[in-house]
Antibody, heavy 122, light 107 residues
């Protein structure tokens, strides 16, 4: 079965840093684009970033550009999100999601991990 | 950025009802439109991709239609397990964007 398991969330002060991880299993990880999507508590979904299979191509939402960095370690089947200069408004549940189809980006998310909560507060 | 507008933001319906949710994009996105279901405390689940393709394992009572700027998600006969929030998402261009969601509640 395809499985995505996020970790690394927690409480951090404004201006701080956090690195999220997403451990993938059950599929050829290096063939798939991967995404991070976040959800403010009780609110809607916001796409954060994506990365292609070999880690060369990345895209970011404007709200996180220059502060967040997406990366992957295909040897470890793990996706990362390095979050720096965190703001209160970055508080959210962060989900990793696989692209629907391998080798090209459909930018359609399936499946999703269970999410990890990031709280930015003093 | 492409803005996605869903309506209604919430609705109340009974088991067996036919439910329709609409999604409108601020510019044409061809058929690059996906629908997700999210139950409370859970991750979203893909229902429909490319506007009208049913994801594997999703019941056939779910269907999607539309192209260009106007799209519809229809549940032909609402079941108890369908009470959830539903989101549309455009996959036409980055930044990828979602609609605000529709919460389907029990009448």
């Amino acid at each position: 079965d395809v499985q995505l398991v996020e970790s690394g969330g927690g409480l951090v002060q404004p201006g701080g840093s956090l690195r999220l991880s997403c451990a993938a299993s059950g599929f050829p990880f290096n063939r798939y684009w991967m995404h991070w999507v976040r959800q403010d508590p009780g609110k809607g979904l916001v796409w954060v970033s994506r990365i292609n299979g070999d880690g060369i191509s990345t895209n970011y939402a404007d709200a996180v550009k220059g502060r967040f960095t997406i990366s992957r370690d295909n040897a470890k089947n793990t996706l990362y999100l390095q979050m720096n200069s965190l703001r209160v408004e970055d508080t959210a549940v962060y989900y990793c999601a696989r692209d629907l189809v391998g080798l090209r980006s459909t930018s359609c998310f399936d499946p999703w991990g269970q999410g990890t909560l990031v709280t930015v507060s003093s | 950025d492409i803005q996605m507008t869903q309506s209604p933001s919430s609705l109340s319906a009974s088991v067996g009802d036919r439910v329709t949710i609409t999604c409108r994009s601020s510019q044409s996105i061809s058929n690059y439109l996906n629908w997700y279901q999210q139950k409370a405390g859970k991750a979203p689940k893909l229902l429909i991709y490319a506007a009208s393709s049913l994801q594997s394992g999703v019941p056939s009572r779910f269907s999607g239609s539309g192209s260009g700027t106007d799209f519809t998600l229809t549940i032909s006969s609402l079941q108890p397990e369908d009470f959830a929030s539903y989101y549309c998402q455009q996959s036409y261009s980055t930044p990828l964007t979602f609609g605000g969601g529709t919460k389907v509640e029990i009448k």
